[in-house]
């Protein structure tokens, strides 16, 4: 892979980012709710510049990664609960609610286990493959019920922002739904990427 062709390819996923972060900050439902969700996102691409001369991540994890970033700021634009284009899912297909927010934790599962494999796989930490996957679905769910643990703690302190934020919509079993998508977007990651990643991997 040629110097140009990363150099051009950095310019994408930074130009990329930035494009739909400056979108979001434009106009959102609210700014509190805008901030707390994008955060995670900020926090992300700084990590990310700081280690990418001597950690560079895989194209594969660039791209997830860019992807989960996108969903966040949508969903700090117009919150988890009134992106139109589920709000138009919901009424064709007769749901109760948004379920925005069920692809964001889904995501939060799908990605963040791919992050902890390369890891674990590139630092040699857990031998054996088995061993490596209970491990991952449980960083995913610890990540999950961590994300959880912060939105009651938002909610504690500001019932104005939790609403927004929680995006619980009525359903009283929100809490446990979101971590039940974070596992099913772990699981399902490991087993659609795993050999791809692996791929990817050998040629870091």
């Known amino acids: ?31 509190p709710t ?11 691409i700084v990590i990310m510049a700081l280690s990418y001369k001597r950690f ?3 194209t594969l994890l660039y791209v997830l990664i860019l992807f989960h970033c996108v969903i966040l700021m949508i ?11 589920f ?14 927010d069920k692809l964001g934790h ?27 996957q209970f491990i991952i679905v449980c960083i995913c769910l610890a990540i999950s019920a961590f994300y959880e643990l912060i939105e009651w703690a ?8 939790a609403e927004s934020f929680l995006g619980t919509q009525g359903y009283v079993w929100d809490t446990q739904s979101d971590m039940g998508w ?11 990427l795993g050999k791809f990643h692996d791929k990817q991997l050998s040629g870091l």
């Not at 805008?34 to 992300?44: H, K, S, T």
């Not at 709000?87 to 925005?100: A, L, P, Q, V």
């Not at 938002?154 to 922002?161: D, I, N, R, W």
């Open 1 to 31: 892979m040629t110097e140009k062709f990363i150099n051009l390819r950095k310019a994408l996923w930074v130009g990329i980012f930035f494009s739909v972060l400056i979108w979001s900050a434009i106009n959102p439902h609210d700014y």
């Open 154 to 161: 938002v909610a504690v302190m500001s019932e104005t922002a």
């Open 182 to 192: 974070a596992l099913l977007g772990a699981i399902m990651a490991l087993a659609i």
């Open 34 to 44: 805008w901030f707390l969700e994008v955060i995670p996102a900020l926090i992300g």
């Open 75 to 85: 969903g700090g634009h117009y919150t988890y609960a009134e992106v139109p284009l």
């Open 106 to 132: 889904f995501t939060q599962g799908f990605v963040p286990a791919m992050i902890a494999r390369e890891l674990l796989i590139r630092f040699d930490v857990v031998n054996g493959k088995y061993w490596m």
């Open 87 to 100: 709000d138009t899912i919901k009424e064709i297909f007769g749901c109760t609610r948004n379920n925005y």
């Open 56 to 58: 560079p991540l895989s």
